[in-house]
């Protein structure tokens, strides 16, 4: 359709004509680095953002102070672009989510264009905490996303890609209560809850062989007692279990469980355990969205990865939305591949020149990705089909 195409167009050039600011937005967002349900600036100054170009604004949903909703046009479809924007602790946007949020932000205002010519609206969502709370689990539960029929956003990263592999997750607290006594005069009158842990570690790897590929299991001890003298009386520690398939996780934590219990038996120790309250989901890639995301990249010049991922990036709270939304988490190249994420090199990426061209690539892809959409309800229609089909 001619329509289309001289959309797309005007979407390049209504980028283009924002780079500037938008640039300096991220590089702002970039200096003064928030952590999660604490990016009071961040979620300030992108909304001003956006209500300076027509959006309507609300703040603290789903109770959190630092999310919000920016929307354009009115009723269905809904297209929700998703904007994270909190850093890491003492890293600073080692993650960049300051690309993240300001290509969403610019995604949605150069797809209004789409919205006035073919109605349905765009709701820029603010979600944040992604790093250390899952905010968008909270929102999830909230309902938030329940009336959205599309969601997407765009990670920095090494590779241009339209889809991610991200697993389901689970955090499991874990402590042995033992018994203390003289490691020397009268190591038969305690009970040693180190030895409990050590032996929880050993049960886990004799495990890990008969798990499935997509399956992790990894934790680290943050107390294994006093003094190598006294039997230690207490040993704590904190686990996280990861699976591809949402079901499968929850037989692998029965079987991670066990092999604490086992390790109580054996030692006589007391077992006390805690499974953190949110789970992160794996993430359902939308193979169609993912199609019209690739083809919009590839104009643009990018070369892109398989459509089918095929390594584990982590887990990510978008993968919580994408089970109740079609979903797309793409990644946008912004370092050379021997630079990974959470380390000062990215930091340093994420507001480089790549940087800033994987922003104006991302929100452009977005933008145009909309437009294909909006522009054709059979597309809608399909995303759908496959969305319940799989
Ligand atoms: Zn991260
Ligand atoms: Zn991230």
Request: charged content about 20%.
């Amino acid at each position: 359709m001619k329509e289309i195409e001289s959309l797309k167009t005007n979407i390049i050039d209504n980028i283009d004509s924002q780079c500037k600011e938008l640039f300096q937005l991220s590089h702002r967002i970039h200096d003064n680095p928030e952590l999660g349900f604490e990016e009071r600036k961040a979620a300030s100054w992108l909304s001003e953002y956006l209500q300076n170009k027509g959006f309507q604004i609300e703040t603290g949903i789903a109770g959190l102070a630092t999310a919000f909703m920016a929307t354009y046009g009115q009723g269905t479809p809904k297209v929700a672009v998703i904007a994270e924007y909190d850093a890491l602790p003492k890293l600073g946007h080692a993650c960049g989510h300051n690309i993240i949020a300001t290509s969403s932000v610019g995604a949605g205002i150069a797809a209004k264009a789409a919205v006035d010519a073919f109605g349905g609206s765009i709701i820029v969502i603010g979600t944040p905490a992604e790093e250390i709370f899952g905010g968008k689990i909270d929102m999830v539960k909230a309902a938030v996303f329940d009336d959205m029929d599309i969601a997407m956003m765009v990670h920095p990263s090494t590779v241009n890609a339209a889809t991610i592999l991200a697993l389901a997750l689970n955090n499991l607290e874990v402590e042995f209560i033992g018994k203390p006594a003289h490691a020397a005069a009268h190591p038969y009158k305690g009970i040693n809850a180190l030895e409990a842990m050590i032996l929880s570690f050993n049960n886990i790897n004799s495990l890990r062989q008969h798990i499935k590929e997509d399956s992790r299991i990894h934790g680290i001890i943050t107390d294994g007692g006093e003094a190598p003298n006294i039997i230690p009386s207490h040993s704590a520690g904190l686990f996280i279990i990861r699976s591809m398939d949402n079901v499968y996780l929850e037989e692998l934590k029965d079987k991670v469980l066990n092999c604490f219990k086992g390790a109580a038996a054996a030692t006589g120790a007391t077992l006390k355990y805690r499974w953190e309250e949110k789970m992160y989901a794996s993430m359902k890639n939308n193979m169609i969205m993912a199609g019209l995301f690739e083809k919009n990249m590839k104009s643009l010049g990018r070369i892109m990865e398989d459509l089918t991922p095929s390594y584990v990036i982590g887990s990510t709270d978008m993968g919580n939305v994408s089970q109740i939304v079609p979903s797309i988490h793409a990644t946008v190249a912004i370092a050379p591949p021997n630079v990974t994420v959470h380390t000062s090199d990215f930091s340093a990426a994420a507001i480089s020149e790549a940087g800033n061209k994987g922003l104006a690539d991302a929100a452009k892809s977005m933008a145009m990705t909309i437009v294909d959409i909006l522009g054709y309800p059979e597309i809608l229609e399909n995303i759908k089909k496959e969305f319940h089909s799989s």
